[in-house]
């Protein structure tokens, strides 16, 4: 169906370049995929290029580039599927999960490296083969993993989670502590796959590692993590089956034909449908009123319940999307509105930014998240540009400022453009490892900041961690922790935080 689409990057240099194009692709109802400071892309039928272009200024005739010609857009669609033969072993390759050691059966020992080897990670997987997969991983490590629901999608499909972590029991203690959680959110969008993937990659490395890998044990022995790999499971199906560059839920809207609204722009913390109020055919649709998209109030409601009866006090956010490589922070409805805490979200994004080019040196950049969602001029004087999408509404900002959750993080992975929302499957496995090594960084953070002790539970080796020392943990491998090397340049101490973030907080001084 995408057979005569084609991906363009238009450079933008002015603030009326970017307004010409924010316009016109509004008015061609077209798809905009990514935009950063300095770039827009577009996909678009091929036919409709001159129309584009006779909307948009002189300047901007030549400014573009094609990322995707024709065919090769169609085949990087057909790429991302897995091969016919393949797909028939996706079931089973759902069921090939190591056993813990006291449930293996007789037969050949279970591979040695986990996931790299896991054929479950060689394609990305439809929601038939995911959610199956979450319920045999949950009923196989009975001790620290559990599947939950979050709701019930649109179309009625389930919402699972799988919580992740060693809960000590409460049930004789009147008065039992919070349950500290990091919530990982994936597939928003529909079309980033990888997003879901990763997700995916996270859960089974922490499971399959607690008892293994001591600081994957350490971990889930101070926190909970639930992983959500498939909130939008509606679209999710939808890009599997029908039309793979979906983006939003499939909820009826008050248009026949253009179904589905934005969850990232859904939910009810500045929200603004202004912009795409009365048009449910824009990809960034977001309802005619804050949290009428089934998905994200699902989510919302079950984040508020679990604060409010489960004792759960979520810490932390990793919200999973695909594409560009940026690490975003509160708030994206504006950049305005400074988010109290700044500096600190800001050190932990540089942090987790490093965790990730340390390990495959993919550079990620880390930006307030109404910078990631606008395009800003160059030049000293920093000047917001037109937006591209209306900002309110967020998942991330909902998060962080109605729940309080205070490492709150918006994550693009891979690519920069070069296949954006089609990205081959050959990078499932390094970019969930590059996020997994982030995910480490960011546990040994909150080890430091909530748990106010170091790593040292006895019989386990680990890093003794001292002033500068900037190891980290691998858990893709023991013999990599070692070779992890202290590192460099850019980074002091801060002497003159509140006492709970000393004395291990790190900050880089420039940006
Ligand atoms: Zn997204």
Redesign the pocket.
């Known amino acids: 169906m995408y057979g005569g689409d084609v991906l363009l990057r238009f450079n933008i240099s002015t603030a009326e370049e970017a307004k010409s194009l924010a316009e016109a692709s509004d008015t061609l109802l077209l798809d905009v995929w990514e935009f950063t400071d300095d770039w827009v892309d577009i996909r678009l039928a091929q036919e409709l290029v001159p129309s584009l272009l006779g909307l948009l200024p002189k300047s901007m005739q030549r400014s573009h580039v094609p990322l995707l010609r024709e065919r090769e857009l169609a085949q990087a669609i057909f790429d991302t599927y897995p091969a016919p033969r393949e797909h028939a072993h996706n079931l089973q390759a759902a069921t090939a999960v190591p056993l813990p050691p006291n449930q293996r059966p007789i037969g050949p020992a279970p591979q040695p490296k986990g996931a790299e080897t896991n054929i479950f990670f060689d394609d990305y997987q439809p929601l038939n083969v995911i959610h199956p997969w979450m319920r045999l991983l949950s009923s196989l490590f009975t001790t620290h993993v559990r599947l939950v629901n979050i709701g019930k999608s649109a179309q009625g499909r389930d919402i699972p989670a799988l919580r992740i972590g060693v809960h000590p029991t409460n049930d004789d203690d009147p008065q039992p502590s919070t349950r500290k959680t990091v919530l990982i959110t994936a597939g928003?969008?529909a079309r980033?796959w990888i997003?879901t993937s990763t997700a995916n990659y996270i859960a089974y490395t922490l499971i399959t590692g607690f008892g293994k890998v001591p600081s994957v044990t350490n971990l889930l022995q101070d926190f909970d993590f639930v992983i959500v790999p498939t909130m939008n499971p509606d679209g999710y199906v939808y890009t599997w089956e029908t039309d793979r560059l979906w983006r939003k839920n499939r909820q009826q809207t008050t248009i026949r034909f253009c179904q589905g609204m934005d969850l990232?722009h859904s939910f009810g913390f500045q929200w603004d449908g202004s912009s795409t109020a009365g048009n449910p055919c824009s990809e960034s649709y977001a309802g005619e009123s804050a949290f009428e998209a089934v998905e994200a109030k699902a989510l919302a409601d079950w984040a508020l319940n679990e604060t409010s009866q489960n004792n759960v006090e979520f810490i932390g956010l990793l919200d999973l999307?695909?594409y560009s490589q940026q690490i975003l922070y509160p708030y994206t409805y504006s950049c305005n509105d400074l988010a109290p805490g700044l500096e600190d979200l800001e050190e932990l994004g540089y942090g987790l930014e490093k965790a990730i080019r340390r390990a495959h040196g993919h550079v990620y950049e880390v930006l307030p998240a109404c910078e990631g969602n606008v395009a800003a001029a160059s030049g000293e004087k920093k000047s917001y540009l037109p937006q591209m999408e209306n900002r309110g509404g967020s998942g991330l900002d909902w998060f962080y400022h109605e729940l309080h959750v205070r490492w709150a993080y918006q994550l693009?992975l891979r690519d920069r453009g070069t296949y954006g929302f089609l990205l081959p499957k050959e990078h499932i496995v390094p970019t969930g490892k590059e996020v997994v090594d982030a995910i480490m960084y960011l546990g040994e953070f909150l080890q430091e900041t909530y748990m106010m002790r170091e790593k040292t539970d006895a019989g386990e080796s680990q890093h003794a961690k001292k002033e500068g020392d900037e190891s980290r943990p691998a858990v893709h491998e023991e013999g990599e922790e070692a070779s992890r090397l202290p590192s460099e340049d850019s980074w002091l101490l801060v002497e003159d935080l509140e006492p709970e973030h000393q004395p291990d907080l790190k900050r880089r001084r420039v940006r």
Request: aromatic share 12%; net charge negative; proline share 0%.
């Open positions: 928003f969008h980033e997003s990232d999307h695909s693009k």
